[in-house]
């Protein structure tokens, strides 16, 4: 594994007080040099990179990998700031291309952090502490919680219980733990009502706005390589890039008080987009009994709010109808998994004029083996108002040259596993009333869900549909003219069996008698009628044509 400084893999020894810490007199903690970024290596070794090191390492790495996709994001969006704060970035469309093609490194960033004032980057400095307003410490002791309050995932709603316990429990994050969390909570955190008083600092203190990519999907281009990730996302700014926002308390940087309302604020420019300080925050750092350094107490309260325009600052948003006519980002649905919308990002590098999808559109393909040479990796958080439910996400491959392939695929995939999901329900229907004819209008649903194999064929129809999606990149590589028509009937087949077996599976609940009989004969016979509607003509084996 490499020798950077900042990298390590494996069990090392407790460290002793480093040097810093010993001349400060307190706390003091720099991911500039710590290990704090959980990455693969192109071998498939696994480690903790310092930012230096992420850096200057990044094409010898495959991936970052953290404990969830939004961790991921927020580390990736974090990534990205610093290459713009640097100048780490292609100054038009043209140099982005360059930039991809002949792999530019991007040590300039890693340089551009080692040059930077040590004070800017310390976790637990007390007056500009790195990702946090310093304002909020003086309510730490007397207000903060345990460190669930940080973690979304852990957090709930911010009063998930009634008595706060589980934010109370005294539950330790390492540092490098807790500044993942806290970057993930600039771009993700739910709205609500903090915990907090706003008599010292201004009642909107406790006014707490979604996350700039809560509601949305993200869509972050993969490459084969870390560093060919972040060059895939980078764009050209529309200027000279200023200050990254490194702690809310820096000098020469306005930031809105707590008096009143916060009026949205556009950014400034691309580093201060993608370090925005979505949440006040403040950590309280401690020396763990084994001699690592942890936070033990979290305050959170408002943050900044973004006015942003979706040309400028959405450039990897895909734009839907809502059901009542308005246009916004793809967003994240709890009846309808990321993958069914899978032709929309397609449709979007055919389409787009600018942004992401075009950039990806206008890159050459060179064949590098088997498989996409790029993915598009879309990430959502699912939550119930404000509470957080749980991450979706999904990866759809993209080869330069095969848009128009892959969104047919996509999209006629898409319509075939809704045409038989919708079959099973009306399968489930028809037994149902035949087992229940008298059932009570308010009992329908009830009686129709014990033979409704939908909620079983879902899952089972996702891993088909990336191998279709695969299989039509390995054929394009080839077949120019047709590559989707074959893998798309073998595609319908696989999940027509697939559906016939869950449809069985439900209705192996049946009464042994004629009751019974009658009904899983007669829903089969729905269900293979549906089957056979000129609106899919994949599952008859045919090619369609639209």
């Given at each position: 594994m490499s020798c950077w400084p900042g990298s390590e893999?494996?069990?090392?020894?407790?460290?002793?007080?480093?040097?810093?810490?010993?001349?400060?007199?307190?706390?003091?903690?720099?991911?500039?040099?710590?290990?704090?970024?959980?990455?693969?290596?192109?071998?498939?070794?696994?480690?903790h990179h310092s930012l230096r090191a992420v850096f200057a390492e990044a094409d010898r790495l495959s991936a970052i990998s953290c404990a969830t996709p939004g961790e991921t994001v927020a580390v990736i969006e974090f990534l990205l700031a610093i290459c713009f704060a640097s100048g780490t970035c292609p100054a038009d469309a043209d140099e982005w291309r360059t930039w991809i093609t002949e792999a530019r490194a991007l040590d300039s960033a890693a340089e551009w952090l080692a040059a930077q004032p040590a004070d800017a980057w310390d976790l637990f400095h007390p007056e500009f502490p790195l990702g946090q307003n310093a304002l909020l410490r003086q309510d730490l002791d007397a207000h903060g919680t345990g460190t669930a309050q940080l973690v979304i995932e852990h957090t709930g709603d911010y009063s998930q219980l009634f008595d706060h316990h589980h934010l109370e429990r005294d539950d330790p994050l390492p540092a490098a733990d807790a500044f993942r969390a806290m970057l993930t909570q600039h771009v993700y955190a739910p709205s609500g009502r903090a915990r907090m008083s706003g008599e010292r600092l201004?009642?909107?203190?406790?006014?707490?706005?979604?996350?700039?990519?809560?509601?949305?999907?993200?869509?972050?281009?993969?490459?084969?390589?870390?560093?060919?990730?972040?060059?895939?996302?980078?764009?050209?700014?529309?200027?000279?890039?200023?200050?990254?926002?490194?702690?809310?308390?820096?000098?020469?940087?306005?930031?809105?008080?707590?008096?009143?309302?916060?009026?949205?604020?556009?950014?400034?420019?691309?580093?201060?987009?993608?370090?925005?300080?979505?949440?006040?925050?403040?950590?309280?750092?401690?020396?763990?009994p084994g001699g690592q350094l942890v936070v033990d107490r979290v305050l959170i309260g408002a943050g900044e709010v973004l006015a942003l325009d979706p040309e400028r600052h959405l450039q990897d948003a895909v734009f839907r109808?809502?059901?009542?006519?308005?246009?916004?980002?793809?967003?994240?649905?709890?009846?309808?998994?990321?993958?069914?919308?899978?032709?929309?990002?397609?449709?979007?590098?055919?389409?787009?004029?600018?942004?992401?999808?075009?950039?990806?559109?206008?890159?050459?393909?060179?064949?590098?083996?088997?498989?996409?040479?790029?993915?598009?990796?879309?990430?959502?958080?699912?939550?119930?108002?404000?509470?957080?439910?749980?991450?979706?996400?999904?990866?759809?491959?993209?080869?330069?040259?095969?848009?128009?392939?892959?969104?047919?695929?996509?999209?006629?995939?898409?319509?075939?596993?809704?045409?038989?999901?919708?079959?099973?329900?009306?399968?489930?229907?028809?037994?149902?009333?035949?087992?229940?004819?008298?059932?009570?209008?308010?009992?329908?649903?009830?009686?129709?869900?014990?033979?409704?194999?939908?909620?079983?064929?879902?899952?089972?129809?996702?891993?088909?549909?990336?191998?279709?999606?695969?299989?039509?990149?390995?054929?394009?590589?080839?077949?120019?003219?047709?590559?989707?028509?074959?893998?798309?009937i073998e595609y319908a087949r696989t999940l027509l069996a697939s559906a016939r077996t869950h449809l069985g599976n439900c209705l192996d609940s049946l009464p042994p008698n004629d009751r019974g009989h009658r009904a899983r004969a007669r829903a089969e016979q729905r269900f293979e009628k549906d089957m056979n509607h000129q609106k899919v003509p994949e599952l008859r084996g045919e090619i369609a044509h639209d």
């Open positions: 893999s494996g069990s090392q020894a407790l460290p002793e007080v480093p040097t810093r810490e010993r001349v400060l007199g307190r706390p003091s903690w720099d991911p500039r040099s710590q290990p704090c970024i959980p990455t693969v290596a192109l071998d498939g070794a696994t480690a201004g009642a909107s203190v406790t006014n707490l706005s979604a996350g700039r990519l809560l509601g949305r999907v993200r869509v972050v281009a993969l490459g084969r390589t870390l560093g060919e990730t972040l060059r895939l996302n980078l764009y050209p700014p529309e200027g000279p890039s200023g200050p990254l926002n490194t702690s809310w308390t820096t000098a020469g940087i306005e930031r809105r008080t707590f008096e009143a309302k916060a009026k949205p604020r556009a950014p400034r420019d691309a580093a201060d987009l993608h370090s925005a300080l979505g949440r006040s925050i403040a950590l309280r750092p401690k020396r763990a109808q809502t059901t009542n006519g308005l246009s916004k980002p793809l967003w994240p649905s709890h009846t309808r998994a990321l993958w069914q919308d899978a032709h929309a990002l397609y449709g979007a590098v055919r389409e787009a004029g600018s942004g992401l999808y075009a950039r990806l559109r206008s890159l050459p393909y060179t064949r590098r083996g088997p498989g996409a040479p790029y993915q598009m990796w879309a990430v959502g958080l699912l939550a119930n108002k404000s509470l957080p439910v749980a991450w979706t996400q999904g990866t759809y491959p993209y080869a330069p040259g095969l848009a128009r392939h892959l969104h047919h695929a996509s999209y006629r995939g898409s319509v075939v596993a809704e045409h038989v999901a919708d079959s099973l329900k009306r399968a489930a229907i028809v037994a149902a009333e035949i087992v229940y004819p008298a059932a009570h209008a308010t009992d329908e649903g009830g009686k129709v869900a014990r033979f409704d194999a939908r909620w079983t064929f879902w899952p089972a129809a996702a891993q088909p549909f990336y191998e279709l999606l695969d299989e039509v990149v390995e054929r394009g590589a080839f077949d120019d003219d047709d590559p989707v028509s074959e893998p798309l």
